[in-house]
């Protein structure tokens, strides 16, 4: 079964830190760009970060530049976003998904991990 599992959300005081992860399952994740995307209540999807495939460029949506930090172990099939200093507007439902390249056409997504920055 073709999947992405994300973990390692929770509640977290602003300015701590998360590390999110995102095991894929049923293929092998350095084929894929793998992409963070977040949806807030009452908000739109938004891109967060994405790492592509073939050369491990990584990018990031301006306002997470310098505090999110995306990076793969293909050994362990997961992909990770280290964020920190994090912010109560960040506050979202984070869920990652695979695709042929940054930007492309998703064709796999996770079901998501729960982030709340709040005091």
């Known amino acids: 079964q073709v999947q992405l599992v994300e973990s390692g959300g929770g509640l977290v005081q602003p300015g701590g830190s998360l590390r999110l992860s995102c095991v894929a399952s049923?293929?092998?994740?350095?084929?894929?760009?793998i992409g963070w995307f977040r949806q807030a209540p009452g908000k739109g999807r938004e891109g967060v970060s994405c790492i592509s495939s073939s050369d491990d460029r990584t990018y990031y949506l301006n306002v997470v530049k310098g505090r999110f930090t995306i990076s793969r172990d293909n050994a362990m099939n997961t992909v990770y976003l280290q964020m920190n200093s994090l912010k109560p507007e960040d506050t979202a439902v984070y869920y990652c998904a695979a695709g042929r390249v940054c930007g492309g056409n998703l064709e796999v997504r996770g079901q998501g991990t729960l982030v709340t920055v709040s005091s």
């Open positions: 049923g293929f092998t994740l350095d084929d894929y760009a």
